[in-house]
């Protein structure tokens, strides 16, 4: 096997451990090119169809080309959709970065998630965060408890080794489970490459402009960049010394954002 | 060309400098990206301290504050020959779980020691572990040794010492380097003021190993991980453990014993004659046979052994300690039953390797055991030596993994 092809081995296996455990389960899918990746990994794991639904967290502040992408995708392979969205909070007027970071991404994002997983009563939820993305990531689990406030305790994380992940205890709201985490962007390209999954051009230079990461429209920033194809990227990643995600706000207003947003239940 | 990963994990006493040589590591093979530099130059700014290597890797903010490590994190770095992916591993004795976490995944490891503080609780515990976890290459690195003068003789003081404990423990160190991460002594360049040194610096070192191969030699394992019914087919899906699988070989699924021949193996959209260790597959078979998540497709023609006792050396993790005789859930592969320690024949500290004569009816955290274990339905168990995949397994208590174990001998 080589290196792509372990990856993929041990995603799919990942992916499979999770349905076996729970079938009160959903794939968290950002419209981006990890969770699209993942996507692509659920339907091979499960030959075709993917036996649980696909949550889109929309925050009303996406870009236009990410809901038609998510529209004709969701139609093309047969997913069962929900969108989750914070009415409640965009009726009162949270719009996206008002006043800090923190406050968006709580309401419009975490909040609107949970008020999802209430609703369905999911107990586990597939996310197709990696370790190379942010030094707070890194320390994530494959398999990762959250307490009914969502909280991720870092300091009190489960051991797991030889791929014996964690069942879900008394104790446990729900757990996020991350087949993707031993995955770099570069992986992510490559693979997309040899699989041919679609991607969407908000990816992909126009006007010397290209997205390297996707969120909201206000909190994300398009790099300098001539890479239109997905060769170009590959080649461009390779060389880089820009961060993935320096066009994310929440990455960098302060030091410890991220992990506060994490800690709190963000993706 | 894609260049292959290796998985490294550094491992050592608290303080004796991982987060610091990691940090070094990124910085002389060019692997830090902008805004990580200028975020780490921000917060050592805002903090009023120099700008210190170890916060590319201490992310956490209660990390940052006290200066120690945590939890496990993974980074990457290049080198010519290949991708380095780094496990940083805490060595806070509170933090032991996630310790072995990371360990377990690495290939290999750096065992770093502080040239000045010598070999403490935590070096030897740590190099314990390795050679629990079964991982065979690794480096000695002797750090700090700017604070000692770089002195030949402190290096030999602290190299002999801690050489005699790892023979103890079987562990045999292909390098002993001297370094100072801090300096850059013999990470990446050779050191000037270590003249006395001829040696290879680490990241030399490091391209010198080799990567372990696939178990396709060995005996046939596949463990059913579930079974799908996907249009009018049953398709045991599992990853292959070792040996190899091959549409139109006997199989025998154990322990039911039932026998089939496989009929196809099936990946998405794809059809496959083969398939390798290592791979996530399933199989059809020619009868059609009731299957459960947990059975061992083994090879009809080779005898595999069932066993329900078996000699294992168990790592506890757990505050609440592990009793005899108490009935705990033991998962290896898919597989999961119910069984007890029967006896413990003799368990040591992890650090001192001193038999403790205390309480020998129960293993507290960090104590390892020799122990008899005794499972309520047979198992395919084998002695990791020959079959590792199926020769280490956890312990489970209320869906919590309290610890680790590898098996010795089978009964």
């Not at chain 1, 939820?125 to 190379?132: A, P």
């Not at chain 1, 693979?191 to 230079?205: C, G, M, S, V, W």
């Not at chain 2, 050679?131 to 003068?149: A, H, P, R, T, Y």
């Not at chain 2, 899906?237 to 025998?252: A, D, W, Y």
């Amino acid at each position: 096997m080589n290196h792509l092809e372990k990856l993929e081995n041990q995603s799919i296996y990942i992916i499979r451990e999770a349905y076996k455990q729970f079938k009160d389960i959903a794939l968290l899918w950002s419209i981006g090119k990890d969770s699209t990746t993942l996507l692509w990994l659920c339907r091979k794991a499960f030959y075709g169809k993917i036996p649980f639904p696909v949550i889109h967290i929309d925050t009303g502040f996406k870009f236009p080309e990410m809901y038609k992408f998510r529209d004709e995708w969701a139609k093309k392979l047969g997913l069962n959709l929900i969108v989750g969205k914070n009415q409640k909070a965009l009726d009162k007027g949270i719009t996206c970065c008002m006043d800090d970071q923190m406050t968006c991404c709580k309401y419009l994002k975490t909040e609107a998630l949970k008020q999802i997983i209430e609703k369905h009563k999911f107990k586990a939820l597939i996310v197709g965060i990696r370790r190379d993305e942010h030094g707070v990531r890194a320390k994530e689990r494959y398999f990762s408890p959250r307490d009914e406030e969502f909280k991720w305790n870092y300091k009190d994380q489960p051991p797991e080794l030889w791929d014996q992940f964690k069942s879900k205890g008394k104790e446990d709201d729900h757990l996020r489970i991350h087949p993707l985490l031993h995955w770099t962007e570069l992986d992510i390209w490559r693979y997309i490459r040899k699989e041919n999954i679609p991607t969407n051009k908000l990816y992909f230079a126009k006007n010397g402009k290209r997205y390297r990461s996707l969120g909201c429209t206000r909190a994300t920033v398009a790099v300098n960049s001539k890479a239109d194809t997905v060769d170009k990227v590959i080649k461009e990643i390779k060389t880089t010394k820009t961060a993935e995600r320096s066009g994310r706000a929440q990455d960098k207003e302060k030091a410890y954002i991220m992990q506060k947003l994490r800690s709190l239940g963000y993706m | 060309m894609e260049k292959e990963d290796m998985k490294i994990v550094i491992v050592g006493h608290v303080d004796h400098g991982k987060s610091t040589l990691i940090g070094r590591l990124f910085f002389d093979t060019d692997s830090l990206p902008k805004e990580k530099k200028r975020e780490i130059e921000s917060i050592c700014k805002d903090k009023g301290k120099d700008v210190e290597f170890a916060f590319v890797m201490d992310h956490l903010e209660e990390e940052r504050d006290q200066g120690i490590t945590i939890d496990t994190a993974q980074t990457f770095f290049k080198t010519k020959k290949r991708n380095y992916v780094i496990i940083d591993a805490p060595g806070h004795k509170e933090f032991l779980k996630n310790m072995i976490t990371g360990a377990s995944q690495a290939e290999v490891a750096i065992l770093i020691v502080d040239g000045h503080e010598g070999v403490q609780e935590q070096t030897r515990r740590h190099a314990y572990i390795l050679s629990f976890l079964g991982i065979e290459q690794v480096i000695v690195v002797i750090n700090k040794m700017d604070l000692v003068e770089y002195s030949e003789e402190i290096f030999e003081n602290v190299k002999e010492k801690l050489l005699s404990f790892l023979k103890k423990i079987n562990i045999k160190s292909s390098y002993v380097i001297p370094i100072s991460s801090k300096q850059g002594d013999n990470v990446s360049k050779k050191s000037k003021s270590i003249d006395w040194y001829k040696g290879k610096t680490i990241l030399e070192s490091l391209d010198t190993f080799y990567k372990q191969e696939a178990s396709n030699n060995k005996p046939l394992r596949f463990p059913v991980q579930d079974v799908y019914k996907i249009d009018d087919k049953r398709i045991t899906v599992g990853k292959v453990e070792s040996g190899m699988l091959e549409v139109g070989e006997e199989i025998v699924f154990l322990p039911t014993k039932k026998k089939t021949k496989i009929k196809s193996i099936e990946v998405f959209e794809k059809k496959k004659g083969k398939a390798e260790s290592g791979e996530s597959v399933g199989i059809t078979t020619t009868e059609s046979i009731f299957i459960e998540r947990g059975e061992i497709v083994c090879k009809a023609s080779e005898s595999v052994k069932l066993s329900d006792e078996f000699k294992a050396e168990v790592f506890c993790m757990s505050k609440k300690p592990i009793k005899t005789n108490e009935e705990i859930t033991l998962r290896c592969t898919t597989q999961e039953v119910k069984c007890s320690i029967k006896r413990v024949l003799r368990k040591i500290n992890s650090s001192t390797l001193k038999i403790i004569n205390e309480d020998v009816n129960e293993l507290k955290e960090t104590e390892t055991g020799e122990v008899i274990i005794k499972t309520k339905k047979p198992v395919v168990i084998e002695k990791f030596k020959e079959i590792p995949e199926l020769g280490r397994f956890v312990f489970v208590r209320n869906s919590n993994t309290v610890a680790g174990g590898i098996v010795r001998e089978v009964i």
